[in-house]
């Protein structure tokens, strides 16, 4: 082996690296291992680039001296460890001068030749030299272009190869080093210090007599990954930059439009199918491959990832597994969840044009246009004329979740990850976006004001993506969602690889049958009050709030009763076989009372009270900081007549369920927990009223008492609630809220500039804070596990259906983490990467 300081010829047998001479070169050293006709090719490491940069040349007349041919003309590509941590642009054709000018002259004819060395030195003066562009416009000829280029340097242009090939290292090297090149790979996941090596390649001539043209192809439909030949050829042309520019390219294979590669030249057409699939046998990926043909000889010049969109991406890599080409472990690893959820939703097409007036926080994904809507009743209406709506809000309520259920986006003023806009849109798979920065809404005016002053009113129509959090001006094309049999397929592998559960949190037995699709392992958290928002079933809640005797109380709670008691029977029956976790009553009671003139009036005629002695109560209701006040078990202590309906309620569907031969165990949890005598309190009461519920029907029956831990107590007294838990459920949303003391739907105002001050490396209500809340979580699970060592461990935050946050989960033991329905699939995935990932260190 050839074993010189500075670069390396790239051979089958050389010792080329990608952590040495980058991507392109250990890509270019397999093409020729496969016996590709690639032409020779140096690659030149990073550390000789470096030392290019600080001025150090290595010894370019050896380099140069290991390329044969007439004439000799190179071209420089970069390569970088990354594909996408991009690089300099290449340089074709060094080495070209007034000797190789007259040589191809005699071979091309003038024309070409002039044509060929006019660029050059167009390319050489302006790319390495910097040159202004302008006065080497006027340039008709290579001599008048030398002219103007000894007037701008004071030398005349270079005729010697390794002086221009120093000069095309040099600034390469040197580009890779400044600011704006660094920050944009810096974006990308590069280090600060990544490397850059260079590739010296001898030029395949796409321009000469017969048949000589360039091309790039594909073999694959980088939309949507099927099979498929696609690309351009140009005959007499040179390089990606050529084809891109011009009109005069033709197609790869036989099309009516026109002519095509394949009835040109059917033999190199035939030579370009078989290379594809080579190239995808042995590099185990779909590559687009760049290649020119020199008189009719096909050279292969080079070879990337083909481009893809994230329908294509999950289709190439399930075809892969498919065909035996890489491992399933494989397939599930090159998909990103990221990628997965943009296939479940609707999404901003990326070739659209658009205006972006706002921009927050990224609360639910998706995309979707409409006008604009202030209220439920306007969303309401817009939906039964058919016609798109978004709901904008200062802040959403639970008074706005039908609003929420018609209209086709929400956007808030105020809010975060886990604000109720948040968490009630990614449950119903509505695109949301909170916390719009400088947004002002105005729900008295219908309008919206924008940051630099501008107005939105009511029937203005905008797009709202809630995957990047921007919001748009207009109707801005979107894509479809693609769920198709690879999706299938990596679904199916994921659940034989994870060994963690994934739970769905499903309030409604629409959210429990679009689980079921997804493939889940049971429900891990319903949360019962949203099942009272129901229109008929408000009014109902609303009198047993106003209640003030217990007989009041009582009765408008028998009327709730057989309402959540068929709730529970239609859940239990669509999950048989599965767990079904309950939450009893969790939010402050004067969350279901209307906040506004309208709402109140209704509800005064309905309890046919006066307007004035409504609003009074409502106002006695109201709490200096609710989210810490009269909420979860404190009103199963203070008001226990509501949770012993609730727990009644799911008794009886368990009856009725048995009774249909469903199988059925409920799970009952317990919110917001601070102290193990709470949870003792609860269990006397459930345990009293599953015991009447036996003896009234005479059938025996079992359920599993669970508590949420979601107050740092809780986390720090988990050995004793364990005690008398047979399951606890980290609620991540409220002990992330509690550990930081930060409001969950107020951090959305200043979340951003936390984020890009560095304060929080992320918004914790996304993705778990491992080293704060993380740390409760893993104390609790330890000593909850310590004291009842088969208490079930599960989380179901709004973290659940976060990647990072799932191989916490996974690492730290638990046995379910659970999501909204539309991030199942994300977690499944994220679930069995985190389950290969961690083999693999094993290993
Ligand atoms: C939680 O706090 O993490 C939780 C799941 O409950 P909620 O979001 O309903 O408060
Ligand atoms: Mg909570």
Known sequence: ????????????????????????????????????????????????????????MPDLATLIGLFEGEPMLLSVRSS??????????????????????????????????????????????????????????????????????????????????????????????????????????????????????????RMAQGMGPGQSGSGVVQFVNPATGEPKVTGRYMGQAMGRRDLRNSDKAIYLTRDERGPSLEDLLPEVYGELLKVGARCRKRLREEMQVEFTIDQGRLAVLDAVRCPREARASVAIAAALARDGIIPRSEALLRVSPDTLSRLLHRQVDPGAERVVLARGIAASPGAAAGRIVFDSAAAQAAQSRDEACILVRRETSPDDVRGMHAADAVLTERGGTTSHAAVIARGLGLPCVTGAIGLHVSHKKRRVILADGRVL????????????????????????????????????????????????????????????????DGIGLCRTEHMFFESGRLTVMREMIFAETGADRAAALDRLLPMQRDDFTALFSLMSGLPVCIRLLDPPLHEFLPNETDGIRSLAEALDRPLSEVKARIESMQEYNPMLGMRGVRLGIALPEIYEMQARAIFEA???????????????????????????????????????????????????????????????????????????????????????????????????????????????????????????????????????????????????????????????????????????????????????????KAD
């Open 457 to 520: 009113r009511e029937g203005d129509e905008i797009t709202v993506d809630g995957s990047t959090g921007e919001v748009m001006e207009g109707r801005v094309a979107t894509t479809e969602p693609a769920l198709n049999g690879a999706f299938g397929d990596l679904m199916a592998w994921s659940d034989d690889v994870r060994d963690i559960g994934i739970r769905v949190n499903a309030d409604t037995v629409a959210d429990a049958t679009l689980s079921r699709t997804f493939g889940v």
């Open 80 to 201: 970088s460890e990354a594909a996408d941590w991009g690089g300099p642009n290449a340089v074709l054709n060094i080495g070209m001068n007034d000797a190789a000018h007259g040589w191809l002259s005699k071979t091309l004819g003038h024309a070409a030749a002039d044509k060929l060395y006019l660029r050059f030195i167009r390319s050489f003066a302006i790319e390495v030299m910097r040159l202004d562009e302008e006065p080497f416009d006027a340039a008709k000829t290579p001599s008048e272009a030398c002219i103007i280029y000894e007037e701008e340097i004071d030398d005349p242009f270079p005729q010697s190869i390794a002086d221009q090939l120093a000069a095309v290292l040099r600034s390469m090297a040197r580009a890779w080093d400044g600011t704006s090149a660094r920050l944009l790979r810096q974006a990308k996941g590069a280090p600060g210090d990544a490397g850059l090596g260079l590739v010296v390649q």
């Open 1 to 56: 082996m050839l074993d010189i300081p500075g670069f390396t010829p790239v051979t089958p047998t050389a010792d080329i690296r990608v952590a040495r001479h980058g991507n392109r070169a250990k890509c270019l050293q397999r093409l020729i291992r496969m016996d590709l006709p690639v032409p020779q090719t140096v690659a030149i490491p990073f550390a000789t680039v470096r030392e290019i940069a600080e001025g150090q």
């Open 654 to 840: 368990t009856v009725a369920a048995l009774a249909k031969g469903v199988d059925v165990r409920p799970e009952i949890m317990i919110p917001l927990v601070t102290a193990r005598r709470e949870v003792e309190l609860v269990k006397r009461r459930l345990d009293g009223v599953a015991a009447k519920v036996r003896d009234e029907t005479g059938v025996d029956f079992d359920y599993d008492l669970g508590v949420m831990v979601e107050t740092p107590r809780a986390a720090l007294r988990a050995g004793e609630i364990a005690e008398q838990a047979a399951f606890l459920s980290f609620g991540t949303n409220d002990l992330t809220q509690m550990t930081y003391g930060l409001s969950r739907d107020d951090a959305g105002r200043f979340m951003s500039a936390y984020v890009n001050e560095g304060v929080y490396p992320e918004d914790p209500f996304g993705t778990l804070d491992v080293e704060g809340v993380g740390e409760l979580l893993l104390l609790g699970a330890s000593r909850g596990r310590k004291a009842n060592p088969k208490v079930i461990l599960g989380l179901c935050g709004e973290h659940g259906g976060n990647p990072e946050s799932i191989a916490f989960c996974r690492f730290a033991g638990f046995d379910y983490v659970s999501c909204s329905p539309f991030r199942v699939p994300v977690a499944k995935l994220a679930a069995a990467q985190a389950t290969i990932l961690a083999a693999k």
